[in-house]
């Protein structure tokens, strides 16, 4: 097979050359194929720097939902488990307990959140202690929850956390 110069004719057939038909389609296709995703750690470091000039920030990256308000807190939020962490306070980092490898993402998740009363509620899964945020993007963080479980299948959704280990009674 030979390789297509700019001013070749377009292999679409469209009449036009390649460089004014599918070339650009054909390097964006290219470029995506070869990029490398964005790790959540990377991600929790732009979250972090967003808070730190107190920007709100709002993305999501997988079944993660990140945001940062305007009051310098940070959080990553997880939609299957509905799991969260909190990255930064106030403007400064937060600490998280985080192991990434290509294959596999652990986070220690302290709190579980939900949505009631147009307001992220986090619970503590230490103490239960109830937190709420009214300064979350508790709408945007709703709607995208539920684009994220809709788009997983429900069997690769049980799949995506290994259960724990049942650990034997001592005798």
Same mark, same amino acid.
Request: include cysteine.
């Given at each position: ?24 389609? %054909? @390097? ?8 490398? $995703? ?9 979250? %972090? ?36 962490? %909190? ?18 993402? @652990?986070?220690?998740? $302290? ?38 479980? %809709?788009?997983? $299948?429900? @069997? ?16």
């Amino acid at each position: 097979m030979s390789k297509i110069s700019r001013n070749d004719p377009c292999p679409c057939g469209s009449g036009k050359k390649f460089k004014k038909c599918c070339r650009e389609r %054909q @390097e964006d296709a290219a470029r995506l194929a070869s990029a490398t $995703p964005p790790s959540l750690s990377e991600e929790i470091g732009n979250l %972090q720097q967003a808070a730190a000039v107190k920007h709100s920030l709002f993305k999501t990256l997988g079944v993660f939902v990140l945001f940062s308000t305007a009051e310098g807190d940070a959080w990553v939020l997880e939609a299957t488990e509905m799991d969260a962490v %909190q990255v930064a306070a106030k403007g400064e980092k937060v600490a998280v307990e985080i192991d990434e490898t290509p294959e596999t993402i @652990e986070v220690n998740w $302290p709190y579980r959140f939900a949505i009631a009363d147009k307001q992220l509620v986090l619970t503590a899964y230490q103490d239960k202690s109830v937190l709420r945020l009214t300064d979350a993007p508790s709408q945007q963080i709703n709607a995208a929850v539920k684009k994220i479980r %809709q788009r997983i $299948p429900p @069997e690769l959704l049980k799949s995506l956390h290994l259960e724990e280990e049942a650990v034997p009674a001592a005798a």
